[in-house]
């Protein structure tokens, strides 16, 4: 198994929707695992064009109750990648997502809602 650390910053919560229960945020999604096959000699970090992805292993995380998500891709992909010489990668990511949120507008407009963003991830 490969331990990923996580963290996650909530850049903005864009809409609330009642009518729909969901909301959509914009976050900033980085993870961080050592990977002993990218160990190379040196003392800095390297950076890597994003689209270098697709030739790495990333953890498979998704949005639990998510409705719809997009990769924010303006010029190009808002993905970093570095790797440290001792095989360490961060991943971060920039993610619009639209979640589910059931609420209870019975006390309106005097209620409290509270809605959840879960990460998960597949296990194999």
């Known amino acids: 198994p490969v331990s990923v650390g996580m963290s996650m910053d909530i850049a903005s919560i864009d809409t609330i929707s009642e ?20 160990c190379f000699d040196g003392n800095r970090s390297l950076s890597l064009d ?11 995380t998704f949005i639990v109750d ?3 998500s997009f990769l924010h891709d303006v010029t190009v992909e808002n993905r ?10 961060l991943y971060a990511i920039r993610i619009t997502t639209t979640v589910s949120c059931s609420m209870d507008l019975t006390k309106y407009p005097m209620d409290k809602q509270t809605c959840t963003l879960q990460l998960e991830s597949c296990k194999t």
Request: net charge positive; no cysteine.
């Open 66 to 68: 998510s409705k719809r």
């Open 80 to 89: 970093l990648i570095r790797i440290y010489p001792n095989g360490t990668v």
């Open 50 to 60: 994003g689209r270098l992805v697709e030739m790495l292993w990333v953890p498979d």
């Open 19 to 38: 009518i729909n229960m969901d909301y959509t945020a914009t976050i900033f999604l980085r993870q961080r695992w050592t990977d002993e096959r990218l």
